[in-house]
Each structure stands twice: as C-alpha cells, then as structure tokens.
C-alpha cells in the first residue's frame, strides 16, 4: 500500500519560498508510471492543482503558479519536493503531495498524503 | 482552461435518501472526468474515473453518469460516512487538471 507524507515549515514569511517534501514509502517512487503531484487547498476552499513530476524528471505547471513553481524528485530517497517563491498571505493553504495513476488514471490522484497547513505570515 | 461548475453548492439530505450532484465543464471533456469525496480534516478519495467506473473499495451505492460537458454523482441511499464534499476533476486538457468547486452534503 502506497503511503505519502507531507513534511515542513508550517509558517513561512511573506516574500520568502516555501519548500515541502513528500516521502513515498509502500513502494518505489521510480517503479511504474506515474505521476508525483502537488495540489493545495485553503481553508473553507476548493482543490488547486500545483504541478506533478515524472520519475524522468519532466515536469506540468499550473500555467498561474509556473514563474514560482518548482517540483524536483530525489528518487534514492524516494522523495519528491515542492518549492514556491515570492508567497504571500494567498499562498495560505493546505498542501497535499498525491500519486497520479496511469492510462485510465491519467492525471488522476489515487493516493493522497495527509496534507499539511502552511500559513504565510510575518 | 476548462472550467468546472458542480451544483447545487450544498445540499441537506437525510440517510436513505437519493442524492445527485451535477459537474458540468466549460467544453466537452469526454469521459476525463472523476469523483473525489472529502471528509473534513482528510484528503480526498478518489471515488469515479472515466466518469462512471467505481474506483476499487468504493461502494456500490455511488454512480456516475454522463460525457460530454454533463455529469452526474449519485449516492443511491445516502449513509451517515457520507456526508462530506464531493469535487469533480477534469482531465481532459492533461497536463492541465481542474476541479470543480464541491458540493457539500450534510445533514438535514
């Protein structure tokens, strides 16, 4: 069973990069074809698609993050990360890391992490 | 971008009943369309891909319906775990994914 955890700063200051990484234990990051996502959440609101990386290193932006997005993969420690640059208080949320499957699951979050609250104030 | 609308924003119904929630998208995604319900404080499970296949565990109580840019969530007899919100997702436009904004289901 595939598990994903979420894991870094709860607070970050206005104007500085929040960084997140997401350890994959129950199986290797590298093994099938899949897909290592980011999506956010803010309190009382809907589900924002971040980005994802492939194994292979390629990565999909939200065309309105993608001058602050980076996703990277650390595939020996069976990790993928997330920094955002430039926050501000609207980068308020709850971050999640999720397996996005293949073929039928193109595109699609099988697996979830736990999420994490990242707070952007001063 | 395709945009996704669910309605209605929130819906109060009691166990037993038939609930149905409806996702419709900006232009025609086909079948790239899937279901996630979402207890408070837990991330979302996926429950429908392909618009109308059950992901595996999930019971048999959910369905979906449609293609195009009309869709359809529908809890059969609605059980005490689930009351939650429910989000579609689009992924037709893959590498872009959206999803809709939820619908709240709670008790009347």
């Known amino acids: 069973q595939v598990q994903l955890q979420e894991s870094g700063p709860g607070l970050v200051k206005p104007s500085q990069t929040l960084s997140l990484t997401c350890t994959v234990s129950?199986?290797?990051?590298?093994?099938?074809?899949?897909?290592w996502s980011w999506i956010r959440q803010p309190a009382g609101k809907g589900l924002e698609w971040i980005g994802r990386?492939?194994?292979?290193?390629?990565?999909n932006y939200n065309p309105s993050l993608k001058s602050r997005v980076t996703i990277s993969v650390d595939t020996s420690k069976n990790q993928f990360s997330l920094k955002l640059s430039s926050v501000t208080a609207a980068d308020t949320a709850v971050y999640y890391c999720?397996?996005?499957?293949?073929?039928?699951?193109?595109?699609?979050?099988?697996?979830w992490g736990q999420g994490t609250l990242v707070t952007v104030s001063s | 971008d395709i945009q996704m609308t669910q309605s209605p924003s929130s819906v109060s119904a009691s166990v037993g009943d038939r609930v149905t929630i409806t996702c419709r998208a900006s232009?025609?995604?086909?079948?790239?369309l899937a279901w996630y319900q979402q207890k408070p404080g837990k991330a979302p499970k996926l429950l429908i891909y392909?618009?109308?296949s059950l992901q595996s565990g999930v019971p048999s109580r959910f369905s979906g319906s449609g293609s195009g840019t009309d869709f359809t969530l529908t809890i059969s007899s609605l059980q005490p775990e689930d009351f939650a919100t429910y989000y579609c997702?689009?992924?037709?436009?893959?590498?872009?994914?959206?999803f809709g904004p939820g619908t709240k289901v709670d008790i009347k």
């Open positions: 999720a397996r996005e499957g293949g073929g039928i699951l193109t595109g699609l979050a099988d697996y």
């Open positions: 129950g199986g290797s990051i590298s093994s099938g074809s899949y897909y």
């Open positions: 990386i492939y194994t292979s290193g390629s990565t």
């Open positions: 232009q025609g995604i086909s079948s790239w």
């Open positions: 392909a618009a109308s």
């Open positions: 997702q689009q992924a037709n436009s893959f590498p872009s994914i959206t």
